[in-house]
């Protein structure tokens, strides 16, 4: 394709640059350009070479020659890695509307990979697609891995708050300028597998029970079905090519640990957990009614400190699954004395994400795989 002309700013980064970068704004790229790139995530594509998208983590993956990558966005409240051959080389904070440059490249061949760092539910990003220097080209878009893994969560999930190395980020920048959901421990494992994965986590959502109660008419069920989560009613159509061998789900950290507040439709912790069960069992349901009888379905819990109910209850739903003789729901309980919980808001920190990384390769090695 074409390098884009007339650019009034461009953000120029070079191939030594780190750190923080915040994009120019620039003219969307010239109608009829087909950007060439890989993603196995959640997005919606607006017009030919172009992506919506809301969940984390979400990732674009193309192969370019020349000197120079330019990464045309549309996005005002999301961060974004930049990665050539594998380095990354820029962060792009709330980069706008923009196309910002990754130049001083040896003239060759090359990867890059721009992934979405943090949770936008409330707006949706747009992907323009990658645009070659001068001299150079985009070429065709890598292939897709077989090896596919979906994630299944919350905040733990998300990598909410895992790159600030303190539980109070007030001071430095917030959350959203402290979470790098491409290092949650999924995409560590993803990556450390050859696979491609989707990241569909909700920060502060339950299965039944959101964080302390908040948001009683919505959980996470409300949101799972869609491709952008600020467009009410939305569907994500499940590609034929998106067929994950083993999905893992965190869901119930929210539900549990709190205690029950005045007022929730629930007065009793067994009234919760009944409730989350008979809910969990039909979401596994839907999973399985989705990817069909092949796929493994992680049931995982980690500790709370208000209460064992989450881990007893996942346990459970898992024991009653196996029992109706689906043998591919399993149960996962990670814990470890070394997570030392140093992100945002006694999330775990990226020390934390790599050992619970650790803990799933070492748990997934276990299933029967063929894959």
């Known amino acids: 394709m074409q390098t884009p002309r007339h650019v009034s700013r461009r953000t120029f980064v070079t191939a030594a640059a780190t750190g923080l970068v915040t994009a120019g704004p620039s003219p969307s790229q010239a109608s009829g350009a087909r950007p060439r790139f890989h993603t196995a995530g959640r997005i919606k594509e607006t017009v030919p070479g172009s992506a919506q998208y809301t969940w984390p983590g979400v990732y674009f993956e193309g192969r370019f020659r020349g000197t120079g990558v330019g990464i045309v966005l549309?996005?005002?409240?999301?961060?974004?890695?930049?990665?050539?051959?594998?380095?990354?080389?820029?962060?792009?904070?709330?980069p706008g509307q923009s196309t910002s440059w990754i130049d001083d490249l040896p003239d060759t061949e090359h990867t890059v990979r721009l992934v979405k760092r943090t949770e936008s539910p409330w707006a949706a990003g747009r992907f323009g697609g990658f645009a070659a220097a001068s001299g150079g080209a985009i070429l065709a878009r890598p292939r897709p891995r077989s090896r596919q893994i979906e994630f299944i969560g919350d905040s733990f999930t998300a990598g909410y708050g895992n790159t600030s190395g303190t539980r109070d980020c007030s001071s430095n920048g917030g959350v959203n300028r402290n979470s790098n959901?491409?290092?949650?421990?999924?995409?560590?494992?993803?990556?450390?597998l050859g696979a491609d994965y989707q990241i569909n986590a909700y920060s502060g959502l339950g299965m039944v029970r959101n964080y302390n109660g908040s948001s009683p008419d919505a959980d996470f069920r409300t949101y799972y079905d869609r491709a952008l989560l600020n467009v009410d009613g939305d569907v994500w159509r499940t590609?034929?090519?998106w067929r994950p061998q083993v999905v893992v789900v965190g869901l119930g950290i929210n539900d549990f640990s709190t205690p029950l507040n005045p007022g929730e439709r629930w007065t009793t912790e067994e009234g919760l957990v009944a409730a989350y069960e008979t809910a969990y069992q039909g979401f596994v349901a839907k999973?399985?009614?989705?990817?069909?009888?092949?796929?493994?379905?992680?049931?995982?819990?980690?500790?709370?400190?208000?209460?064992?109910?989450?881990?007893?209850?996942?346990?459970?739903?898992?024991?009653?699954?196996?029992?109706?003789?689906?043998?591919?729901?399993?149960?996962?309980y990670y814990d470890d004395p070394a997570l030392d919980r140093l992100g945002c808001d006694w999330h775990p920190s990226i020390k934390d994400h790599r050992i619970i990384s650790g803990l799933l390769d070492n748990y997934l090695a276990t299933l029967p795989l063929r894959w």
Request: hydrophobic share 35%; net charge positive; glycine share 4%.
């Open 287 to 332: 999973l399985r009614a989705l990817y069909g009888p092949r796929t493994f379905i992680v049931v995982s819990a980690t500790h709370v400190s208000h209460t064992t109910a989450f881990a007893r209850t996942t346990r459970r739903i898992v024991q009653e699954r196996n029992r109706r003789g689906d043998s591919r729901v399993r149960h996962w």
């Open 181 to 192: 959901a491409d290092l949650a421990f999924g995409a560590l494992t993803a990556r450390s």
């Open 74 to 94: 549309d996005d005002s409240d999301n961060d974004y890695d930049v990665q050539v051959d594998g380095t990354t080389l820029a962060t792009l904070v709330t």
């Open 239 to 241: 590609p034929h090519t």
